[in-house]
Structures are given as C-alpha cells and as structure tokens.
C-alpha cells in the first residue's frame, strides 16, 4: 500500500508542472462535403522523429469504431494512454467541429506534429487527413486536408 501512494504522490508532483504551462489551444476542423455517415476522426501529436506522442482529441464516441483508425489507434494503445475526457461527437459532412483543448508550452516549436486520421463507415480511412507543425507561426494557419478533412486550424 505504502508503494502505491508514493507512486501516486510521484506521479502527481511530476505530472502537475505539465499541467501548469498548457496553453489554451482552439483546435478547429472543417469537413468537406462527402458522401455517408459522420467521420471518426484522432487528432494526435507526433515528435520530431515522427513517433507517437499522445492524443489530442477523438470525435467519434463509441470505442468500437475508434479501432478503425488503426494508425493513431495502435499507437495509442501501446502508449496505454487512456482517451477518457477527450473524446466528442462523431463530426457529419460539411460540419465544422471547433473544441479547446491544452497543448504544453514545451511541445510548440519543438518539431511536434499535429497530425488527424479520420474513418467513415464504408468510406475508408485517410491516414494522416491533415498535417499541421505545432510553431507559434503556424497559430492561426489553415491547412487543407486530402480527404474527408477539408481543413484544419489551431489558435494559441
């Protein structure tokens, strides 16, 4: 028991300062206009060396169908990162879904990505819809998607 919480107090005391230098991020996707259900889409961090960081944000809440966007979902899986909290709706054609979230001050112009799979039932699944460079340049910038993303934008 004694082991249990030191390594709960640890993981508290290293874990907090993270939490204290996040920046309030706008995150915003627009759809292009397609054919067929809502999208399931994973916005998710890559490092510089183009390994998985951690996830963002997951629209498309029932988990079942997370599974189809095999990339982010692998990754995340063996980073047994839990997605609970940021997770939302599945996103239909031609909507725009804009959420906040928290983007650590250290990850910006330090080479991370941004990076959005998205999977539509019977549609497929694009991997890597939209890239973005997380730069304090880039705040603002829309990029366009290649697929069911018709662009994506942060604001810090």
Avoid at 26 to 39: C, D, E, R, T
């Amino acid at each position: 028991m004694k082991k249990l919480i030191t390594v709960l107090m640890l993981a508290t005391a290293l874990g907090t300062p993270t939490l204290a230098f996040a920046k309030d991020t706008k995150l915003s996707i627009q759809m292009s206009n397609y054919w067929g259900p809502p999208a399931y889409l994973a916005v998710y961090l890559n490092k510089l060396d183009g390994s998985f960081d951690s996830t963002v944000w997951v629209a498309g809440g029932q988990s079942r169908y997370q599974r189809d966007l095999r990339s982010w979902f692998r990754a995340a899986s063996s980073s047994n990162q839990r997605i609970d909290g940021i997770t939302g709706a599945s996103i239909g054609s031609g909507r725009t879904m804009q959420v906040d979230v928290n983007i650590a001050d250290s990850l910006i112009d330090a080479g991370y990505t941004l990076h959005v799979d998205s999977a539509v039932q019977d549609g497929g699944l694009v991997r890597d819809d939209a890239v973005l460079k997380l730069t304090q340049a880039n705040s603002g910038t829309v990029v366009a998607g290649r697929g069911y993303v018709g662009a994506l934008s942060v604001s810090f």
